[in-house]
C-alpha cells in the first residue's frame, strides 16, 4: 500500500467520522481531536475502521502517533512496511 493508498484510506474514514468536514482544508499537523471536532468515541471508531481497512493491530499505547493527519499516515506506513518484512 502506497502513501497516497494510506492518505486515501484515511481520508474516507476521516470523511465516515465526520463527513461535514472538508478534509482537504485540514492542517495535516494539527490535532484531528481539536481540528475537526471529534470525541474519543469517534476516535476510537476511526482506529476501529483503520484496523479493519488495513488489517493492522493498533494498540491503544501508539493512539499518540495517530493525532495528527501526517502521523496517522506516517504511522499506518511504517507498520505495513514491518508486518511485510516479518
Known amino acids: 500500500m502506497s502513501e497516497a493508498d494510506i492518505r486515501k484510506v484515511v ?5 465516515n467520522i465526520a463527513p461535514e468536514i472538508d478534509i482537504a482544508t485540514v ?5 484531528l481531536r481539536e481540528t475537526i ?3 474519543s468515541m469517534d476516535f ?3 482506529v476501529t475502521a483503520l484496523h479493519h481497512r488495513t488489517g ?10 495517530l493525532a495528527t493527519l501526517s502521523g496517522m499516515v506516517a504511522y499506518l506506513e ?6 511485510k518484512t516479518a
Not at 481520508?11 to 470523511?15: A, G, H
Not at 492542517?27 to 490535532?31: G, K, Q, R
Not at 511504517?78 to 508486518?83: G, N, R, V
Open 11 to 15: 481520508q474516507e474514514e476521516l470523511n
Open 27 to 31: 492542517d495535516p499537523a494539527a490535532d
Open 37 to 39: 471536532d471529534i470525541d
Open 44 to 46: 476510537l471508531n476511526l
Open 56 to 65: 493492522l493491530e493498533i494498540p491503544e499505547i501508539d493512539y499518540p502517533k
Open 78 to 83: 511504517a507498520k505495513l512496511k514491518s508486518a
